[in-house]
């Protein structure tokens, strides 16, 4: 059973063009969880997502970000315009339905941005 | 305002030493207490789970403490190695609403040394 999946692993972008990352949870799990940690700092919730549909996203910046979970294929964060204080390592992690209000999350690898 | 802190904020031990932990919240109501370790690099990855009735839980050389009176936990390894060498995040969920709403602190960074 393959753990969460993110890619890419690692992306350079320069300012003023878009960051596309991607997140495939772990199998059975439908509730998506996207998370920001800056350097030296703590993880940050962005949004919660389940299928095709946006639960939470008190967390996330109301310009420039997006995401979504279509019923078929991964979870998508997108970042537009980019900016270098959007230099991060964003984690997704996921959860079964049966367990999403006991805060068990899986964690994938991270995404980390790098924005010149 | 819901609140995680952590301390130390960094630690250095030999390898094979002891280290304790220490995570004071302000959650409430709480519903559960989980530690987490995180690599270097990597995403993170939960040792252990408190539930409000419970004191002691341990998962090989890692024992989780909670006093949910003092609302503090600690987080004890024993017989240190250089693989233990991480961020140790502790995360605490509330007792209403989803995983959205957990609480994260800032994590104690470890450094286990020759």
């Known amino acids: 059973n393959a753990g969460v999946m993110q890619n890419p692993r690692h992306l350079v972008r320069r300012r003023g063009q878009e960051a596309r990352l991607r997140c495939s949870p772990m199998k059975g799990h439908s509730h998506v969880y996207w998370y920001r940690q800056l350097p030296e700092e703590g993880l940050k919730f962005m949004v919660y997502l389940q299928k095709e549909n946006i639960i939470d996203e008190s967390g996330m910046p109301k310009e420039r970000f997006s995401a979504e979970f279509p019923k078929e294929g991964p979870s998508i964060l997108r970042i537009q315009q980019v900016v270098r204080g959007d230099s991060a390592a964003y984690f997704c992690?996921?959860?079964?339905?049966?367990?999403?209000?006991?805060?068990?999350?899986?964690f994938g690898e991270g995404s980390r941005l790098t924005v010149l | 305002k819901n609140q995680v802190e952590q301390s130390p904020q960094s630690l250095i031990i030999l390898e094979g030493k002891n280290c304790t932990l220490q995570?004071?919240?302000?959650?409430?109501?709480?519903?559960?207490l989980r530690w987490y370790k995180q690599d270097t690099g990597r995403g993170p990855v939960s040792l252990t789970i408190?539930?409000?009735?419970?004191n002691t839980k341990s998962n090989g050389r890692y024992t989780a403490t909670l006093d949910a009176d003092t609302k503090q936990s600690s987080l004890h390894i024993t017989a240190s190695q250089l693989s233990d060498s991480a961020s140790y995040i502790c995360?605490?969920?509330?007792?209403?609403?989803?995983?959205?709403?957990?609480?994260f602190g800032t994590g104690t960074r470890l450094q286990v040394t020759l």
């Open positions: 408190m539930t409000f009735s419970e």
């Open positions: 995360v605490v969920t509330p007792g209403t609403g989803t995983a959205s709403k957990l609480t």
């Open positions: 992690a996921s959860s079964p339905p049966s367990r999403q209000n006991t805060g068990e999350l899986f």
């Open positions: 995570c004071n919240y302000t959650v409430s109501p709480f519903s559960n």
